[in-house]
């Protein structure tokens, strides 16, 4: 499984492309805003992400427009500002076509807020490279948002959807909208091929009690022997 980091927040993305464990960046309108963005700065902003990361690492751009053609527009604007943006569009109508041209323009999308197995597959059939069904959205609801994500990592193996994308790549699944460390765990071991977590999220991942229970153990040996 790889790692997106679900943020438009530059110090965290610097921290998390440390730790080497870093395989792309996911960002949305409500992640920029959390961070104080403006609308002048945002096309300077994506480029500072891709900067970071560096061009193997996709980071997905999200679109605002509501029409095929605003979106295709703002994607094609969106694709411009580096080489691995990816543009994010939101699972819809309108989205689906848009889709379908972006990909026949050389675009890579990543089809955002899908939550069914049809919707995944339309996705997919559009010319989608990412599709990003929702964990935490379904949990809100009361219902199981990993089953979703099962039911839709499962009916994608199904199926050969590379004619379809931008350059014959494989379409992939982005487990999105986690959670929580046994959000990612399960994940993992449905199949997903990218889980996209909050810095607090991938945080958490690292720990564990037994784990700090053995560094607290040695630390204390160790004191010992610097005593001799």
């Known amino acids: 499984m790889k ?3 679900d943020t ?7 921290e998390a492309a440390s730790w080497g464990a870093l395989a792309g ?13 403006k609308l002048s700065g945002f096309y300077d902003h994506m480029k500072k992400i891709c900067d970071i990361v560096g061009d193997d690492c996709p980071v997905s751009a999200e679109t605002v427009a509501m029409t095929r053609e605003e979106i295709v527009r703002e994607g094609l604007e969106l694709a411009e500002i580096a080489p691995n943006i990816v543009v994010k569009v939101p699972t819809m109508v309108e ?39 929702f964990i935490g959205r379904f949990d809100d609801i009361s219902e199981d948002g990993l089953e979703q994500v099962g039911n839709i990592v499962a009916a994608l193996g199904n199926y050969d959807f590379t004619e379809s994308t931008v350059n014959g790549e494989q379409v992939e699944v982005i487990a999105a909208s ?3 460390a046994n959000h990612v765990t399960q994940c993992a071991l449905m199949g997903a091929d990218i889980a996209t977590v909050p810095f607090p ?4 991942m690292i720990q564990h009690p037994l784990t700090d229970r053995g560094l607290e153990s040695f630390m204390k040996d160790w004191q010992k022997v610097l005593g001799e």
């Open 25 to 37: 960046v996911t960002t949305n309108p409500s992640l920029y805003a959390k961070i104080g963005g």
């Open 201 to 204: 999220v991938l945080k958490k």
């Open 8 to 14: 438009a927040d530059l110090s965290e993305i610097e």
């Open 95 to 133: 989205g689906l076509a848009a889709t379908r041209e972006l990909a026949n323009l050389g675009v890579r999308v990543n089809m955002t807020l899908c939550f069914s197995v049809p919707q995944a597959i339309l996705a997919a059939r559009a010319g989608a490279r990412y599709i990003s069904p």
């Open 178 to 180: 986690v959670r929580s």
């Open 3 to 5: 790692f997106f980091l």
